[in-house]
């Protein structure tokens, strides 16, 4: 099996369900608040862990409470934490709200996160140099990922970019992915394009494609997703669930993805590994407390 290097953001969480999300100016009662490990680089690398993944992170927490809490969910989880810094400040912490249809807001303040700087990423070249498939999100600063691809790519590295939260990327960055993996309003600020059907998904998709990415897969939520490369275009229905909460979905699916590769599984079996992965996710509450084992995805009938 392909090992695994993951680089990036790990979150406190701190979340509220409502009825309804709050409009401009108004305060809510909501349920009584949880404290549960997140951030989108953590909830992909134990993701991973979780599915049998052999994978190490990238990263830095303050020198917090929040900070040793987040640490030890990846251990218990099995994740490489020797590549996980302390740093003096706050670690980063993520408020989120969730509605009664499951969909959340979020607001991150980056906190350890945005001071993961190149000089990190040389230090810990390590855990890049022994992994096969690198994956990184837009939770720590541009100039970093920019940097962690780049060197990625020169030892010959497969990487993965889920472009979560989206920003406009330049060019120096999108040429050095391998695999894109956005959802629907993810790709349209990164192709700058306005995407109102499956054609745009499409048309976006290629606009990528010449500035470099060599795969793409689009999660398109209850839709399922759709995998495109230069040649190829093809579709996955998701797997129809009740969910309850979609926090980190997109991290469960990019996580089973990258499983998937790593133990050179094709790219249909692995867009429905990652299916069946993300609808378990929006079945359980929280970031890693809803994140799938191995053992949950075998037992799923879908
Ligand atoms: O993708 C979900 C994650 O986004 C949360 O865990 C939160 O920390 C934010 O990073």
Redesign the pocket.
């Given at each position: 099996m392909k090992k695994i290097c993951v680089i990036g953001?790990l979150?406190m969480?701190l979340v509220v369900n409502v009825d309804e999300m709050p409009k401009k100016g108004q305060t809510l009662i909501g349920s009584q608040f949880k404290e549960?490990p997140?951030?989108?680089g953590?909830?992909q690398a134990v993701a991973m862990a979780r599915l049998n993944g052999n994978v190490s992170m990238i990263g830095k927490v303050g020198n917090d409470g929040f900070g040793q809490t987040l640490v030890n969910a990846l251990k218990k989880d099995n994740v490489n934490t020797d590549y996980i810094k302390v740093e003096e400040g706050p670690s980063?912490v993520?408020l989120?709200t969730v509605d009664k249809n499951a969909e959340n807001s979020?607001v991150?303040a980056p906190g350890a996160n945005f001071r993961v700087l190149r000089e990190d990423i040389d230090k810990c070249i390590d855990g890049i140099k022994e992994s096969d498939i690198v994956v990184v999100q837009l939770?720590t600063p541009l100039d970093t990922i920019k940097y962690a691809l780049q060197e990625s790519k020169k030892l010959g590295k497969y990487t993965i970019l889920n472009p979560?939260p989206a920003v406009k990327l330049d060019d120096d960055i999108i040429k050095n992915v391998d695999l894109l993996t956005p959802n629907e309003t993810e790709l349209e600020i990164l192709s700058g394009l306005k995407i109102e059907n499956e054609d745009d998904i499409i048309k976006a998709a290629e606009i990528m494609i010449q500035k470099g990415v060599k795969q793409l897969i689009v999660t398109l939520g209850s839709k399922g997703s759709l995998y495109i490369d230069k040649d190829n275009i093809k579709f996955k229905k998701s797997y129809k669930v009740d969910a309850l909460d979609t926090?980190?979905a997109?991290?469960s699916y990019t996580g089973a993805l990258a499983v998937a590769f790593s133990q050179d599984k094709d790219i249909e079996e692995a867009m429905d590994f990652a299916s069946r992965v993300g609808a378990l996710c929006v079945m359980k509450e929280g970031?890693?407390t809803s994140l799938p084992t191995i053992q949950d995805v075998l037992n799923f009938r879908g």
């Amino acid at each position: 099996m392909k090992k695994i290097c993951v680089i990036g953001s790990l979150n406190m969480d701190l979340v509220v369900n409502v009825d309804e999300m709050p409009k401009k100016g108004q305060t809510l009662i909501g349920s009584q608040f949880k404290e549960v490990p997140g951030g989108k680089g953590a909830n992909q690398a134990v993701a991973m862990a979780r599915l049998n993944g052999n994978v190490s992170m990238i990263g830095k927490v303050g020198n917090d409470g929040f900070g040793q809490t987040l640490v030890n969910a990846l251990k218990k989880d099995n994740v490489n934490t020797d590549y996980i810094k302390v740093e003096e400040g706050p670690s980063g912490v993520a408020l989120i709200t969730v509605d009664k249809n499951a969909e959340n807001s979020i607001v991150v303040a980056p906190g350890a996160n945005f001071r993961v700087l190149r000089e990190d990423i040389d230090k810990c070249i390590d855990g890049i140099k022994e992994s096969d498939i690198v994956v990184v999100q837009l939770e720590t600063p541009l100039d970093t990922i920019k940097y962690a691809l780049q060197e990625s790519k020169k030892l010959g590295k497969y990487t993965i970019l889920n472009p979560a939260p989206a920003v406009k990327l330049d060019d120096d960055i999108i040429k050095n992915v391998d695999l894109l993996t956005p959802n629907e309003t993810e790709l349209e600020i990164l192709s700058g394009l306005k995407i109102e059907n499956e054609d745009d998904i499409i048309k976006a998709a290629e606009i990528m494609i010449q500035k470099g990415v060599k795969q793409l897969i689009v999660t398109l939520g209850s839709k399922g997703s759709l995998y495109i490369d230069k040649d190829n275009i093809k579709f996955k229905k998701s797997y129809k669930v009740d969910a309850l909460d979609t926090t980190a979905a997109g991290d469960s699916y990019t996580g089973a993805l990258a499983v998937a590769f790593s133990q050179d599984k094709d790219i249909e079996e692995a867009m429905d590994f990652a299916s069946r992965v993300g609808a378990l996710c929006v079945m359980k509450e929280g970031a890693q407390t809803s994140l799938p084992t191995i053992q949950d995805v075998l037992n799923f009938r879908g």
